[in-house]
């Protein structure tokens, strides 16, 4: 069974650096599919943020391309978002998900809350 | 990016069929059969209804269905029981760098 789990400081100060980590187990992230990133400000609607392939392409939403930066660390079956100089409207929960082109997020961490706040 | 359009609501009886809209464009939805669709139930995380279009994940009620004409794509909720009532979302697959792009989300509610 796949399960993905996402890590991270809950607050963050405006113009710092967000990072969160997924761990992904039952599945060797190495072995295929897109990994990615969503998220969902508070009473609104899920924004797809961006993907690795396991090979390393990645491919980001542009309205946030000059700030993000996703990675995986293979040897510990995880991946990283970075989200850079973050304001309050990057407030939001953050998901770590699996996909494939046709079949985009098929196994999704349950979420973790960030707040940008002084 | 443009988000794809969605109704902001839709609601039904018990039992009654209903039917989402989620329409784009040519670079998207209309130019590939990779849409999905999402249910989110609140404080939980969007579960995979429907992917290429309307193939059910393995333990999907049948009464979900999908289907596409054009650049919109539609999610048909058959038989609406209470516990449909919940946030839908479409994605869709699009041309260029960027992968994927959301549906603006639609509340359903069972009267």
């Known amino acids: 069974q796949v399960q993905l789990q996402e890590s991270g400081p809950g607050l963050v100060k405006p113009s710092e650096t967000l990072s969160l980590t997924c761990d992904v187990s039952g599945y060797f992230i190495r072995s295929g599919y897109y990994w990615g990133w969503i998220r969902q400000p508070p009473g609104k609607g899920l924004e797809w943020i961006g993907s690795m392939y396991h090979s390393g392409s990645t491919y980001y939403n542009p309205s946030l391309k000059s700030r993000v930066t996703i990675s995986v660390d293979t040897s510990k079956n995880q991946f990283s978002l970075k989200l850079s100089s973050v304001t309050a409207a990057d407030t939001a929960v953050y998901y770590c998900?699996?996909?494939?082109?046709?079949?985009?997020?098929?196994?999704w961490g349950q979420g973790t809350l960030v707040t940008v706040s002084s | 990016q443009s988000a794809l359009t969605q109704p902001a609501s839709v609601s039904g009886s018990p039992g009654q069929s209903i039917t989402i809209s989620c329409t784009g464009t040519s670079s998207d939805v209309g130019g590939y059969n990779y849409v999905s669709w999402y249910q989110q139930h609140p404080g939980k995380a969007p579960k995979l209804m429907i992917y290429e279009v309307s193939n059910r994940p393995s333990g999907v009620s049948n009464r979900f269905s999908g289907s596409k004409s054009g650049n919109t794509a539609s999610l048909t909720i058959s038989g609406l029981q209470a516990e449909d009532e919940a946030d839908f979302y479409c994605s869709s697959y699009t041309s260029g760098t960027t992968l994927y792009v959301f549906g603006t989300g639609t509340k359903v509610t069972v009267l």
């Open positions: 998900a699996r996909g494939t082109v046709a079949i985009p997020f098929d196994y």
